[in-house]
């Protein structure tokens, strides 16, 4: 009987074709924010900073900033901004349908507040080339507000969306752990 891998080589391309993620250093000290993250958050704070590669395939680095006092167990009772940097081209609808089957890992919600989602999303929600930047800002208790590359793009007037959006990748449950500790790498516990 062959072996499953031939040689320690080809083990460690397999392995690395599943990574993934891949986390970034910290900005260096002095570095600006974002004009959207300092307009949001005036006193925010750089938490961490990941990569999402899928199959090999990269496709965006997020970034986390949130305000002082900021706790990782906490982080839905907390503003903050996170920012994605897409590595591929995506359309609006599919990242809305894609948003709205990783915030299940957070909650539960109705069909009709799915379809609302939906709606709301797609109307905030631009489709993205490479290079474009969406940053959205979690407001507790008031929802979320969406900026498209520097640009104000619109506002979801929901914080149970907001909560279950921004634990795509802040909730213990989300699909990526790796990703979640790297973003949280700077917060409190």
């Avoid at 009987?1 to 080589?9: E, K, N, T």
């Avoid at 948003?99 to 797609?122: C, D, L, V, Y």
């Amino acid at each position: 009987m062959r072996p499953l891998f031939a040689s320690s080589g080809l083990l460690l391309v397999w392995l690395m074709s599943f990574a993934s993620l891949a986390q970034t250093p910290a900005p260096v000290n002095g570095s600006a924010n974002p004009p959207e993250v300092s307009a949001a958050l005036p006193q925010a704070q750089w938490v961490g900073k990941a990569r999402l590669k899928v199959w090999g395939f990269d496709i965006y680095d997020a970034t986390l900033w949130s305000a002082p006092g900021f706790s990782a167990a906490r982080y839905a009772s907390h503003p903050l901004a996170l920012e994605l940097v897409y590595l591929r081209d995506f359309a609006a609808a599919d990242i809305a349908e894609r948003s709205i089957k990783e915030m299940r890992r957070s909650g539960n919600f109705t069909t009709a507040q799915a379809a609302t989602w939906m709606e709301a999303m797609r109307k905030v929600f631009p489709d993205v080339k490479k290079g474009d930047r969406i940053l959205g800002q979690h407001r507790p208790g008031v929802g979320t507000v969406i900026w498209f590359n520097g640009k104000l793009s619109g506002e979801i007037a929901d914080p149970e969306f907001s909560r279950l959006f921004f634990g795509i990748w802040l909730s213990p449950g989300t699909s990526e752990p790796a990703m979640r500790a790297a973003l949280l790498a700077g917060a409190a516990p």
